[in-house]
């Protein structure tokens, strides 16, 4: 659909320049109050303005035009279009005008326009907080505005707050005017030209880092009180940033400050807000020295993600929400890229390789969907926030910069930034400034990744590359995966050195080189790989020689095959065992998703036979690397570490590890990555009084990471009543952003899941009534998972396809495949194993 012809886009009439906008929340009523004057644009005389409005209630509106005085006879609220329709005394002509609206508000509690949160310090005062999330529709529920990403103007911010609160906006505050009664106006600059879902306002009681100069950029963290030992790694991290893309993009940074925002309930990990970024505590503030790696990374990958976004989403934003998913994808992709310059021992893009798998696990179902598809409603936007959008998006980027090759992508990025600056673009925009450069059929390969759900399986067999769909399995019904590709190959032979490019089509594509050749060289390609029996055993004679990200997309390839029918459960296996001992996070990650799913088709005779195949693959490991650091081992072995504990403490039955992960727990010895090992085993013992230790943990604890451990293992413990009693707690105690998340990650519990999953369905109205609907769709993380029973699978299939998601319903029904998926998978493991 155009502008003009769908209903949910407003009419260009009048359109916005600049906003000024004056609010009051009060954070004990948890309401607002608030004026907005905006500088418009009339095209065509007109006696009414429609813009966006909800939940607010509208009193006063002006309307003046030069010497021109207008006053509103009255307006109508839609709930369906959530606008607001404004009827003058009489008709505005074109040219400049200005609309002063006022209205009232309420800080809802969902997460989402102008929100309460609240916290208690270290001192055990509870502090209540007002703060925005306006991505991707929601700015329409703070103040009237144009609310749709091409209706791009200024917004000059003021906030009447109480005298001994902080308040922060976009640009850098100019002054601040005691009102003599308690309260304070603080007075904002205008922003640059940018659009409404970025506009953000934060009033509580903060403390702030003082102000690090980079190149001319003043950078703060602000955090609730008490938390300011762990801003150091986000500072660090987002200086890199600032230096980083500023050079990348050759673009000074477009904003005047970054303040980034520690904000106790969030619901995404962080929001790309021009100049006033909000996170997710646990994506900003962390204690390195007792935070896993994992969670460290995160903290330098998220800042990294919404500093990227500054350029490539805020000064540079797509014209409607279909195009969400080059902003997201292009941050994904970059925050691997700058977060690999900060830290080149974390190895980024072979971590970012278990993210792609974990997209193309999704994309090869029926059930997946095109990266970009028509956006009509706001309703419809909320799908495009998944893994499709970020993990593929970014891997698919990845695979293109690859091919292109770093320079040459760079430079094309460049084009497209300079040429679209404060302005709104399609896709094809940046596929035309990177041909232009390249020289390369760009718009052409792209369209076949982006247009259509999927992705290929490249086959190497007889001297030829082939490609074909993969799936998982046949269709019940109408497919969303694609056809044919313009696949973007990259192949290397092991007796030769250098990489050799290719471009395969429909048709077979002839390899002219000598010895074991390597499909998808370099592990950067989005597909599936396969090799003929021939070219099989020369490269599985060579393991060694394959680069990290090789070998990790050897194993990846190898449990989809095995999933979709293709391979044998031994054939996995055995090229687990025969990997060895080595430093690489990914392969054992692949390992203990294959097992997981195992034991959980097989039948209690049969889980000792499967015990004894992960200690076969783990138990080397462990030999090695033990619970205790090596002197000298990289960043990376402690990742191995924990996943050697976890599986051999739990599906590897060792008694010794699960003593020694008991003893640790009881003298509270849990840091860096092991920690939530040690908790896992701990809690699948089910040991009398650990849970209400976990509980009083989680309370006391003292970094955001620590209070997420405990929280994110109660779904561990596989004793009914205490999965029940935590089920309980999500809704009447946990924090909103938390509770969805913890309920869907006890409802995986291969025990007590179906009893949660019960519970949990037996208040569905009251958890969409409660619950944000950003984060209802993690009430069904544990679908896939129901595989060892037919029966209850269909049950669950059937309350939620009678129960839809509305915007999410998408993902819910790819869980709901990809749990026929396991159970035909369960139904041939149990059959031969």
């Not at 609309?99 to 997460?111: A, M, R």
């Not at 020295?289 to 989403?313: L, P, R, T, Y």
């Not at 086959?459 to 056809?483: C, M, V």
């Amino acid at each position: 659909m155009t502008t003009t012809t769908n209903p949910y886009r407003l009419a260009r009439t009048v359109v916005p320049r600049a906003y000024r906008i004056h609010l009051t929340p009060d954070l004990e009523a948890f309401t607002f109050s608030g004026r907005v004057e905006i500088d418009v644009e009339v095209n065509e005389p007109t006696n009414v303005v429609t813009l966006h409005a909800l939940e607010l209630s509208i009193d006063t509106v002006r309307l003046t035009s030069g010497s021109l005085r207008l006053t509103s006879t009255g307006h109508t609220l839609d709930e369906t279009y959530q606008t607001a329709t404004l009827d003058f005394d009489g008709v505005c002509p074109t040219g400049p005008a200005t609309l002063e609206i006022e209205f009232t508000g309420v800080l809802n509690d969902l997460l989402v326009g102008f929100y309460r949160s609240s916290y208690t310090d270290p001192d055990g005062v509870t502090h209540t907080i007002a703060t925005t999330q306006f991505e991707h529709s929601d700015a329409r529920r703070a103040f009237p505005c144009f609310d749709e990403p091409s209706l791009k103007a200024t917004f000059e911010v003021h906030l009447t707050v109480p005298e001994d609160l902080a308040a922060y906006s976009n640009s850098p505050e100019v002054g601040s005017r005691n009102l003599g009664n308690g309260w304070r106006t603080v007075d904002f600059s205008p922003t640059m030209v940018m659009s409404t879902y970025l506009v953000a306002f934060v009033v509580g009681a903060f403390e702030e880092t003082p102000a690090l100069d980079v190149d001319g950029v003043p950078l703060r963290i602000i955090y609730p009180r008490g938390k300011g030992h762990l801003t150091a790694l986000a500072l660090e991290a987002g200086a890199h940033a600032l230096r980083f893309f500023s050079d990348y993009f050759a673009i000074p940074y477009p904003g005047e400050k970054l303040d980034m925002v520690a904000i106790p309930d969030f619901a995404f990990g962080a929001m790309e807000n021009l100049g006033c970024v909000t996170y997710r505590e646990t994506a900003l503030l962390v204690d390195p020295e007792s935070a896993s790696m994992v969670e460290v990374k995160q903290v330098a990958e998220v800042v990294g993600h919404e500093i990227a976004h500054m350029w490539f989403g805020d000064l540079v934003t797509m014209e409607w929400w279909e195009g969400i998913w080059l902003n997201e994808a292009f941050a994904t992709f970059m925050e691997v890229l700058c977060t690999d310059h900060f830290r080149p021992s974390w190895k980024m893009w072979l971590g970012f390789g278990i993210d792609r798998d974990a997209a193309m696990q999704i994309d090869g179902l029926h059930s997946t969907r095109p990266i970009e598809y028509e956006v009509i409603s706001p309703e419809d936007t909320r799908g495009m926030f998944d893994l499709l959008t970020y993990e593929k998006g970014g891997s698919v980027l990845r695979m293109l910069e690859q091919y292109l090759s770093s320079e040459v992508f760079r430079n094309g990025i460049r084009v497209y930034l300079r040429r679209h600056s404060y302005a709104n673009t399609v896709t094809t925009d940046l596929w035309d400034a990177l041909e232009e450069v390249s020289g390369e059929p760009v718009r052409e390969m792209m369209d076949s990744w982006i247009l259509q759900g999927g992705h290929p399986l490249v086959t190497l067999a007889h001297g030829q590359l082939t490609q074909q769909p993969f799936a998982y399995g046949p269709s019940s019904g109408e497919s969303a995966i694609g056809h044919t590709w313009l696949v973007p190959v990259m192949t290397r032979s092991l007796d030769a050195p250098g990489v050799l490019r290719h471009l395969l089509q429909s048709e077979p594509l002839a390899l002219d080189q000598a010895g074991p050749v390597i499909v998808n060289a370099g592990g950067s390609g989005v597909y599936r790989s396969r090799y003929g029996s021939a070219e099989l055993a020369n490269v599985s004679s060579r393991l060694d020689e394959l680069d990290e990200l090789e070998r990790a997309t050897l194993v990846a390839d190898t449990w989809a095959a095995t999933l979709a029918g293709q391979s044998s459960w031994p054939d996995f296996v055995g090229l687990l065992e025969g990997l060895g001992v080595r430093e690489e996070p990914n392969l054992w990650t692949l390992a203990a998703v294959g097992f997981d799913m195992a034991s959980r088709a097989l039948s209690p005779a049969q889980q000792p036979a499967l015990v004894e195949q992960v200690n076969a693959v783990f138990g080397p490991l462990y030999d090695h690397y033990g619970f205790d650091p090596i002197e000298g081992e990289s960043e990376l072995a402690p990742q191995v570490r924990a996943t050697t504990v976890t599986m051999l403490g739990t599906l590897g039955e060792r008694t010794d590890i699960r003593d020694e992960a008991v003893r640790r727990f009881e003298a509270n010895e849990l840091h860096g990555d092991l920690a939530r090992a040690i908790l896992r085993v701990v809690a699948g013992q089910d040991r009398p009084g650990d849970y209400g230790t976990f509980l009083e943990r989680y309370t006391a604890a003292t970094t955001p990471q620590e209070q997420v451990r405990y929280l994110y293992t109660l779904g561990e413990f596989s004793d009914e009543a205490t999965a029940l009693d935590a089920a309980r707690r999500c809704f009447d105690e946990f924090r909103n952003q938390d509770g969805p998340i913890v309920l869907g990650l006890m409802t995986m519990n291969a025990h007590t899941g179906p009893a949660v999953w019960r519970y949990v369905t037996s208040r569905w109205d009251e958890a969409l009534e409660k619950f944000p609907p950003s984060t209802q769709k993690r009430l069904a993380l544990g679908v896939n998972t129901f595989i060892a029973d037919a029966p209850f699978a269909e049950e669950v299939a059937a309350f939620h396809q009678s129960h839809p998601l509305a915007g999410d319903q998408r993902g819910v029904e790819q869980q709901i495949e990809r749990m026929r998926v396991g159970l035909r998978f369960a139904d041939s493991l149990r059959r031969h194993f």
